[in-house]
């Protein structure tokens, strides 16, 4: 079972930056393609960012590409998220993901493990 946690959401200025971090369960690092989506209030989950096994494939959602880096570090079992220009409709809840599957799909139907969680707001 892989167990996700996330950490790094809060409230920031519009043009300031977050930066997410998701830590997973033993093993993670080597096995699991992690993601990162989003869901605002009422509306669908949305795919952000996500990076293969070996952190060298990396698939960014258009709307927010320019602004976003996705990194991993496997022996730690970690994946972080940096988002700099943040804007008021970027705040949404951040999840990290897992999946035992091949590549580094981007639809949350392909994911298997979910983090709680971890909320982003931007303004004023």
């Known amino acids: 079972q892989v167990q996700l946690v996330e950490s790094g959401g809060g409230l920031v200025q519009p043009g300031g930056s977050l930066r997410l971090s998701c830590v997973g369960s033993?093993?993670?690092?080597?096995?699991?393609?992690l993601g990162w989506f989003r869901q605002a209030p009422g509306e669908e989950r949305e795919f952000v960012a996500t990076?293969?096994?070996?952190?060298?494939?990396?698939y960014y959602t258009k709307s927010m590409k320019a602004r976003l880096t996705i990194d991993r570090d496997n022996s730690r079992n970690t994946v972080w998220l940096q988002m700099d220009g943040l804007m008021p409709e970027d705040s949404a809840t951040f999840y990290c993901?897992?999946?035992?599957?091949?590549?580094?799909?981007?639809?949350?139907?392909?994911?298997?493990?979910w983090g709680p969680g971890t909320p982003v707001t931007v303004s004023s």
């Open positions: 993901a897992g999946t035992l599957s091949l590549g580094a799909p981007t639809r949350a139907d392909d994911y298997e493990y």
């Open positions: 033993e093993r993670t690092g080597r096995t699991v393609v």
């Open positions: 990076t293969d096994r070996s952190g060298t494939t990396r």
